[in-house]
C-alpha cells in the first residue's frame, strides 16, 4: 500500500530553473511532512519539513508548499544548481512512528 | 559528533543464508530504524528500536529481526535470506522518542546482493 504518492519519478531541469515534485498522501493522521535529498552512495539526508498547520515553508532556495484540503504537498527548488542533482523522497509520519516515503524523484540539473 | 556508520558497506550472499548487519547511532541519539531501500524506491520501514525494546514494526516477516544494545547500536538480521531481500539497508537514529519529529539521520547503508 502506497500511502505517499510522488511524481514524477525523474525530472532534468535546466541551470537556474525551478523544480517542482508533487506528492499526495492517504493517511490524515500524519502530522510531519519530511522531504529528503539522497545523493548516489549516500544515506537520504532532511532537506526540509513542515507540519500541516502551515501552508508554505521557505528555506533558501527550497519551498514546501502544502494543501491540507487536497492532502498534497510539494517541493520548489528555485534558482536549481548542478549540485541539486540528486534523488529527493517526500515522506510522512504520525509523531515518532515510521516514516513512510514516496518512491522517489530523480532530478537532474543540466547547465 | 559522530554520525551514524554501519557494516558491512557491501557484502554477497547465497540464498538461503543468514546476514548480520550492524549500525552505530549517532552521538545522543537512543532511538534506532531500519529501513530496506530496494533499487529505485524509496526507503521501506522495517522496524525501530528504543531502549532495548522493538517499539513498531513494516510489513516484514519475522526471518527480519533486530537488536538494540544498551550502548544505543543496533543489529539487523536477516534469515533464511531470499533474492528480493538484495537492496540497499538503512539505519537511522533520532532523538527520543516521543520528541514528535520524524527527522531521521541516515547512515550510508549495507548493501546487500543475495545470489
Known amino acids: 500500500q502506497q500511502q505517499v504518492k510522488q511524481s514524477p519519478q525523474s525530472l532534468i531541469v535546466q541551470k537556474g530553473g525551478i523544480s517542482i515534485i508533487n506528492c499526495a498522501y492517504e493517511?490524515?493522521?500524519?502530522?510531519?511532512f519530511p522531504w529528503y535529498q539522497q545523493f548516489p552512495g549516500k544515506g537520504p539526508a532532511l532537506l526540509i519539513a513542515?507540519?500541516?498547520?502551515?501552508s508554505e515553508k521557505k528555506e533558501g532556495r527550497f519551498t514546501i508548499s502544502f494543501n491540507k484540503s487536497a492532502k498534497q504537498f510539494s517541493l520548489h527548488i528555485m534558482d536549481s544548481q548542478p549540485g541539486d542533482s540528486a534523488t529527493y523522497f517526500c515522506?510522512?509520519?504520525?509523531?515518532?512512528?515510521?516514516?513512510?516515503f514516496g518512491i522517489g524523484t530523480k532530478l537532474q540539473v543540466i547547465p | 559528533e559522530t554520525g551514524v556508520t554501519q557494516s558491512p558497506t557491501h557484502l554477497i550472499k547465497t540464498r538461503g543464508q543468514q546476514v548480520t548487519l550492524r549500525c552505530s547511532s549517532q552521538?545522543?541519539?537512543?532511538?534506532v530504524s531500519w529501513y530496506q531501500q530496494a533499487l529505485g524506491q524509496g526507503p521501506q520501514f522495517i522496524f525501530q528500536?528504543?531502549?532495548?525494546?522493538?517499539?513498531g514494526r513494516g510489513n516484514f516477516p519475522p526471518r527480519f529481526s533486530g537488536l538494540q544494545f544498551p550502548n544505543y547500536s543496533s543489529e539487523l538480521n536477516v534469515n533464511a535470506l531470499e533474492l528480493d531481500d538484495s537492496a540497499l539497508y538503512l539505519c537511522?537514529?533520532?532523538?527520543?522518542?516521543?520528541?514528535?519529529?520524524?527527522?531521521?539521520?541516515f547512515g550510508e547503508g549495507s548493501r546487500l546482493t543475495v545470489l
Open positions: 513542515i507540519r500541516p498547520d502551515v
Open positions: 493517511n490524515t493522521a500524519f502530522d510531519y
Open positions: 515522506a510522512a509520519s504520525r509523531g515518532y512512528q515510521k516514516v513512510t
Open positions: 537511522a537514529s533520532s532523538p527520543y522518542a516521543g520528541a514528535n519529529t520524524g527527522e531521521l539521520f
Open positions: 552521538s545522543g541519539h537512543n532511538t
Open positions: 528500536y528504543y531502549r532495548e525494546e522493538e517499539n
